[in-house]
RNA sequence: GCCGGAGUGGCGGAACUGGCAGACGCGACGGAUUCAAAAUCCGUUGGGGCUCACACCCCGUGCAGGUUCGAUUCCUGUCUCCGGCACCA
């Protein structure tokens, strides 16, 4: 800990009082109501249909964040969301809400396996053992869930669901025009009825590059085809699929990774290397959703950068597709390269295309002999780019590179010939594989021009280039002569930058610099002055600018203006600034005989050229998305199995519901191999794998065929996927949820029907704390399935989660040298003082500076809960959690300040309870009457009000500092040698808004009250709204915005009347000596302010 | 590079919709209690000036401007830090 000199509370009560606040006492208090709260079932939450269960309340469901258990148990950061959503269930359940508050354990995935796999245990025991550490730890805190509830993902009874709504989605299609997913029975019976078209899905990118097929091919009648070809083409369709792909293969781990899961070309998990390789794999199509999960998002309360961070990834973009002719080797024209770009005005700047190494054309360049064709360098191209690891692809992004294919190309829109290229800055796995390059307007583009001598043709201009180029061109002979055109130019931008003009406005403009100067100036050899000061207000701040721009056109080396203009007409002025101009603007050089785009913004420019695509053929409007299909196997152990069997042919089948779950084989060799050549965990599993069609319930195989098990599994994300669900109707048996359950906890209806339309809010769950490291993944995931159980009728709402709000990262200390590396705590003196710290590292004897950093082990830096609160128990632990500033930003611990909370704490007790005896100290309530009572009471209002509002908020710290001040000042009105300081009806209320957030002496003192019944059910106290008014107000009274005096007045006082009292005062007299005020400004309740 | 978020005392932080900057806690300093210490309690605590003192004055929310009677809060520019994304055409 960094600060060794915090003392420690003594254990044990050896000196002082026996019934002092220590943090012996605390345990006993702690641990006395946790059991209480487990045998009186005091935070079961009873179901609609359970005996106990109360329909007029409204619902509240708070969800903390799945926690994986790690071998390592709890850190600090766990307990501050918990601690959160805690504080507002207990909130909400003394406002009389049924409250959802749930716990449980996402158990399998990679982290248990590699931890599982370290120890040499298998990682059922390990997970098992985690989760106890967890559960235990958990319950020390006292958190209010219904652990009736509890489950784990690795659970038969849980997993069995998992691989229920698996098979929902594998059973499932997604209805294009309808927009929803549909049964698979539903497509398969309009095939055969032959009122949908048999073919195969031209969305499903599995199947983009199929033999003898393109989007447009009918299979025929239903009858007419064969089974393999019918099985395929539903397959498409399915919304869980197989397909063979590029992968992202760890051979370190032996499992392919999700792109995900993917950092900077290394696993997620362990940061080991990651290599591409073709796989057959399950997928689920959530780019069939990519739509809807961007468009609901607008109806969630989350955070914002959550949801742009969800927006970011699925990538939505809109722009065209456009066929470019490619030319055959006899010069012909048979084919077409198509490509997508979002910006089609730029179309007549396209001098060169890019193809991606796989390519499909890119056998086409080596197979069809082109003299032009440098064989042995694409060859050698393509073969470098598959060699290269996404870690180097990804580290050099700077410099281009890439191999001339030999295929040329016709820009259609200019008619040129233009050569098709191969570089892996295309990327096959978005749009087609293929651009048309502008390097004019595109960053990329113009690097990889520059490097290899490719034309760069301007197609749009800025603003302030399309003002040059008017300038250039219109310019008289007085303006372009000699030197002085670079002042006149400088004159001209001013004026055109100041007034956002555009290119319309451009001759009024010229007008009006022309007629602010006096046109013989050409004398003055374009001096700074030439232009300055002329004092028109047309013009503005065009002396003050004129400098920047000169400044401006100098750089640009143009030696005069007729060079300028030339260089406009060439379209090289990019070439000339040496960047590329990516942004929105004007056309200039975009015409052909059948359509213009000149003069036209990039917005028009986009729909002229589109309309003029689509009309002769070769293009269309077309969005497109960065999000790809879910990558959904895992050749792992620790995972669900698929309800999945193949035949002897290789088909696959769904297991029987019936035959759920299918359970995970007990292996005793767990250990993957590290491997280039992937196998699956479960393919050892021998006896497990082979079974009858019979076992599995498939009723499409005779029942004594043998069929094979799939042998990879479930991916992590797949148990969390859902959970939330399950906790509504945990036990259920019969179903992964009950439907009045989902109803109730959904949407606040218990309902037994399928809701339509959409409730609002359109999202189950109230509020979802957690880090914001789940931002797209586990949170994209979820909403996905959750849509598909939405469109099937198996849930409510189109949305799981909301509310969203993410804790921040509670960091800590650490220490850094001059070079920036760290040294862990251990290792650091503080040879200063507390005020003007000198921290020396202790080996080295160097100055280190003190930093925040994330809790490692490595640093030294990490806090173990547990022993927080053997030092001051978890009400203090819970209360300093709270205190350490706004939940959702990150903090550093400071040990230090806990001891703060404890005094909070200390005081309370001490106020209320007779040390020496343990028994209650209480005013009489005569005494109620006393002026200090009826501040207490008045004050005691206020924190009721203040603490309310802080909970909504989520605004803990501010709530706590409520309650302190309260704690104070009945401490200190009364104070311990007057006597008791709080009446019963005072401790009553003030032990009823403690409760949330320091729930065991809360419970202590209610007790001790004479209760016998929770404090945590209790009714949360009422505020007298006419206790939080004062009659008087004190008023600060400014004169020119300072505060100069402070003036007493009714609170009901008007305006005139405050006026009158903050004139007489004699400060305020002294500084208007005599005069009248110009003005008087009554904020009423707040201030004057009074201006001279 | 792009997208978010944040910069306030020695430290963590507070300040409702533009209205008294620094609530509350820690630390520090001084005092009470104690044989002494711990614990506890009371007081002071943004910086500077001035004063015996009370009072009073000036400066102050990363930096530079702007709007306003009044700006931590709104606007423009800029710096720094944190988080995310990153050859997505």
Request: proline share 6%; glycine share 8%.
């Amino acid at each position: 800990m960094s600060d060794a000199a915090t003392p420690t509370p003594s254990r044990t009560p050896d000196s002082g009082p026996a019934h002092r606040y220590t943090a012996a006492l605390a345990e006993a208090i702690e641990t006395r109501w946790q059991t209480w709260w487990d045998e009186n079932r005091t935070f079961v939450q009873p179901n609609p249909g359970d005996p106990g269960f109360d329909g007029a309340r409204p619902k509240f469901y708070c969800l903390d964040m799945f926690p994986y258990p790690s071998g390592a148990g709890l850190h600090v950061g766990h307990p501050e969301g918990y601690t959160a959503t805690d504080i507002i269930c207990r909130f909400r359940r003394m406002k009389g809400f049924n409250v959802l508050h749930p716990m449980g354990w996402d158990a399998y995935g990679l982290p248990a396996e590699q931890y599982a796999i370290q120890t040499g245990v298998h990682p059922a025991i390990t997970t098992r053992r985690a989760i106890d550490t967890f559960r235990r730890q958990l319950k020390r805190f006292g958190f209010s869930y219904d652990w009736t509830r509890e489950f784990a993902t690795i659970d038969e009874d849980y997993y069995r669901w998992t691989q229920w709504i698996f098979l929902r989605l594998y059973n499932a299609w997604y209805d294009e025009e309808r927009r929803t997913a549909r049964p698979i029975d539903d497509l398969i019976a309009e095939f055969r009825a032959g009122t949908r078209p048999l073919r195969y899905n031209p969305k499903a990118a599995e199947y983009a590059h199929a033999p003898g097929v393109t989007a447009n091919t009918i299979a025929g009648p239903w009858d007419s085809v064969d089974y393999e070809t019918r099985r395929s083409i539903v397959d498409s369709y399915r919304l869980a699929y197989v397909s063979e792909q590029l992968v992202n293969w760890c051979p370190k781990l032996g499992t392919a990774l999700a792109n995900e899961e993917v950092i900077d070309g290394r696993s997620e998990r362990g940061g080991y290397p990651v290599v591409r390789k073709p796989l057959r794999q399950w997928m689920m199509r959530i780019t069939a959703y990519a739509d809807r999960l961007i468009d609901d998002l607008a109806g969630l309360d989350w955070p914002e950068s959550t949801r742009t961070q969800q927006a970011e990834w699925i990538g939505r973009s809109e722009g065209a597709e456009i066929d470019f002719p490619l030319l055959d080797p006899d010069k012909s024209i048979t084919r077409t390269l198509r490509v997508y770009t979002t910006r089609p005005d730029t179309i007549f700047g396209a001098t060169y295309m890019v193809i991606a190494p796989e390519h499909p054309l890119v056998a086409t360049a080596l197979e069809e002999a082109r003299p032009e064709t440098d064989i042995d360098a694409v060859e050698a191209y393509i073969a470098r780019a598959k060699a290269r690891t996404d870690v180097d692809r990804q580290a050099d992004t700077k410099t281009k590179t890439g191999v001339f294919s030999g295929i040329m190309a016709v820009n259609p829109a200019t008619g040129m010939e233009i050569p098709v290229w191969i570089a892996d800055y295309v990327l096959m796995g978005y749009g087609h594989g293929a651009i048309m390059a502008v390097p004019a307007h595109d960053e990329r583009d113009f690097e990889f021009a520059r490097q290899f001598n490719l034309p760069i043709r301007d197609v749009v201009l800025s603003r302030i280039h399309w003002a040059m180029a008017y300038f250039a061109k219109n310019a008289t002979d007085d303006e372009r002569t000699g030197d002085t055109w670079s002042t006149h130019l400088a004159d001209f931008l001013g004026l055109v930058t100041s007034t956002n003009a555009e290119p319309d406005h451009m001759p009024t403009l010229l007008a009006r610099v022309r007629a602010t100067r006096p046109v013989v100036g050409a004398a003055g050899g374009g001096g700074a002055g030439a232009g300055a000061g002329s004092g028109d207000a047309g013009v503005g701040k065009r002396g003050s600018t004129q400098g920047e721009w000169l400044e401006t056109i100098a750089s640009m080396g143009f030696a005069s203006l007729d060079d300028l203009r030339n260089a406009f007409a060439e379209g090289t002025i990019v070439e000339r600034f040496g960047i590329a101009y990516s942004g929105a603007g004007h056309a200039i050089n975009s015409a052909n005989a059948e359509v213009s785009l000149d003069g036209l913004s990039t917005a028009d420019a986009k729909q002229r050229i589109i309309a003029w695509l689509d009309q002769k053929g070769i293009g269309r409007k077309k969005i497109n998305y960065k999000l790809r299909d879910w990558l959904f196997s895992r050749q792992r152990y620790w995972g669900e199995p698929f309800p999945i069997v193949y035949d002897e042919r290789g088909f696959h089948f769904p297991v029987h519901e019936s035959k759920l779950p299918v359970t995970l084989p007990p292996l005793e060799d767990f250990k993957p191999e590290e491997s280039e050549d992937p196998q699956p965990l479960l393919a050892k599993a021998k006896d497990w794998m082979r079974t009858t069609a019979a076992q599995v319930g498939v009723a499409d195989l005779p029942a004594d065929a043998i069929v094979r098990r799939e042998t990879n599994t479930m991916p992590g994300w797949a148990g969390s996927c859902w959970y939330y669900l399950r906790y509504c109707d945990a036990n259920n048996q019969s179903r992964f949820i009950g439907k009045p359950a989902e109803s109730y906890w959904m949407t606040g209806r218990v309902a037994t029907s399928h809701e339509r339309p959409i409730p609002t809010p359109i999202g189950g769950v109230d509020l979802y704390i957690g880090g914001n490291e789940h931002a797209v993944l586990h949170l994209l995931y979820a909403r996905f399935w959750h849509k598909v159980l939405f469109d099937l009728g198996d849930v409510s709402t189109p949305e799981p989660f909301q509310k969203l709000f993410h804790q921040g990262l509670i960091t800590s200390y650490a220490y850094q040298r001059a070079d920036k590396g760290l040294v862990a705590v251990d290792m650091v003196d503080n040879k200063g003082t507390e005020e003007k710290p000198r921290y020396i590292a202790r080996d080295t004897g160097e100055e280190v500076t003190q930093i925040t950093a994330k809790m490692s082990k490595s640093l030294k830096n990490v806090v173990n809960p547990d022993d927080v609160i053997a030092d001051y128990g978890s009400d203090t632990f819970r209360l300093y959690e709270m205190y350490m500033g706004p939940l959702e930003a990150s903090k550093p611990w400071n040990t230090r300040d806990i001891t703060g909370l404890f005094r909070f704490l200390q005081r309370l007790w001490r106020l209320t309870v007779n040390e020496e005896t343990g028994s209650l100290r209480l005013a009489p309530d005569t005494s109620a009457d006393s002026n200090a009572h009826a501040q207490i009471e008045k004050l005691l209002h206020r924190t009721t009000a203040k603490v309310e509002q802080a909970i909504e908020k989520l605004s803990f710290n501010t709530g706590i500092a409520a309650l302190i001040e309260l704690v104070n000042a009945a401490t200190s009105s009364v104070g311990a040698e007057n006597g008791p300081g709080l009446t019963r009806a005072q401790l009553e209320r003030l032990a009823l808004i403690l409760c949330p957030f320091a729930p065991h002496i809360a419970e202590e003192l209610w007790s001790k009250l004479g209760h016998t019944s929770a404090c945590s059910l209790a009714p949360w106290p009422a505020v007298d709204e006419s206790m939080l008014r004062d009659s008087e107000v004190e008023l600060p009274v400014q004169v020119q915005g300072k505060v100069r005096a402070r003036i007493t007045v009714p609170a009901d006082a008007d305006d005139a009347a405050v006026t009158a009292v903050a004139l007489a005062e004699p400060k305020v007299a002294e500084l208007l000596s005599g005069k009248p005020p110009k003005k008087v400004i009554v904020v009423k309740g707040r201030m004057v302010n009074i201006v001279l």
